[in-house]
């Protein structure tokens, strides 16, 4: 193939994308930091094929803390927050897909060690290594946290030092969880439109949407796509996800997500920003890095499928190759 040039890869794909070479085979490429998805369930899926699938991070945002404690592995780096906590009977309790041991339901805010409170519920998370706390807030189809065991729950959170993010649904529950301190929303919005004077206050706050366009249909998926199209170019922080475990999908980087981020106006660069954001480090990964064999896209229309290609390798492994 004809040398890559190095000047339209960038411009495709941002700073960090540079053409490379493996050291040991001589296959030329594109390098890029290390992938992320940022919302996915372990316990519903493979992980090792998730990793063969260029992901070198995922961020498991609900499971059994104890079964996470005791897998933890190198490869993909799992990042977690445990159990989801909710309030009794709210979402996800019951739910097939989520046995018992991945929901707390939180009873209140009695503070100290009371059994179900939101003080106990952060620290069992905290000790069994989570990095994170998962709530949720689902308005339809079950009861929703209190405002006071909410902040309560954010409030330990802080405390322990962990970000707090939210699976919100439901009218009104975008603004509950700014107002409670939310960092982070495990869904972009769905069900409801983020704008104006609501989506102003969410970006004033820094708060971060993980995507997770691709489980949608119906009228949610347009006004998710609209609702980050405008968070996006607001300059609102993205971070890829795909809630892996949801529905049938690809390992590695799905890019019917991709797709649909590119259709709510995100460009190459900023694609990569969100697959390569460290969330919940503050660093990212040390030794590994993302490598693409072979030409580099031609245009934004291929990145999608491009990406897919993506593999983890050692960052030892890889030679600039800019020339
Ligand atoms: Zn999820």
Do not use: C
Request: charged fraction near 20%.
């Amino acid at each position: 193939m004809l040398h890559p040039d190095p000047f339209a890869t960038r411009a495709l794909l941002g700073d960090d994308a540079a053409v490379a070479r493996r050291a040991i085979t001589g296959e030329i490429g594109v390098s890029l930091p290390p992938l992320a998805d940022h919302h996915v369930h372990g316990h519903l899926v493979d992980l090792d094929a998730v990793a063969a699938g260029g992901i070198a991070a995922v961020v498991d945002l609900g499971g059994d803390p104890t079964a996470l404690f005791r897998e933890r592995r190198a490869m993909p780096h799992r990042d977690y927050a445990g159990a989801f906590l909710t309030a009794p009977g709210g979402y996800p309790a019951g739910r097939g897909w989520a046995p018992a041991a991945i929901v707390r339901e939180v009873t209140g805010h009695a503070g100290g060690g009371a059994p179900g409170s939101a003080e106990t519920a952060v620290d069992e998370q905290a000790e069994f290594g989570a990095s994170l706390i998962k709530v949720a807030l689902n308005a339809d189809g079950g009861p929703v946290l209190d405002a006071e065991t909410l902040r309560a729950i954010v409030s330990r959170a802080r405390e322990r030092g962990l970000p707090v993010v939210a699976h919100v649904q439901g009218a009104g529950m975008t603004r509950v969880a700014l107002d409670a301190g939310v960092d982070v929303l495990a869904h972009t919005p769905f069900s409801e439109t983020v704008d104006g004077d609501l989506l102003d206050a969410i970006l004033r706050s820094g708060q971060a949407w993980i995507s997770t366009l691709a489980i949608h249909d119906g009228a949610d998926l347009p006004r998710a796509g609209d609702n980050l199209g405008r968070f996006a170019a607001a300059g609102g922080r993205v971070l890829y996800g795909t809630d892996l475990g949801n529905g049938a999908q690809p390992f590695g980087v799905n890019p019917g997500e991709v797709r649909l981020l590119q259709g709510a106006g995100l460009d190459g660069p900023a694609i990569v920003a969100a697959l390569t954001d460290p969330w919940p480090r503050a660093e990212p990964l040390h030794g590994v890095a993302t490598f693409v064999p072979g030409p580099p896209p031609a245009s934004s229309s291929e990145v999608p499928d491009w990406l897919a290609g993506a593999r983890v390798v050692p960052t030892e492994e890889l030679v600039p190759d800019d020339r």
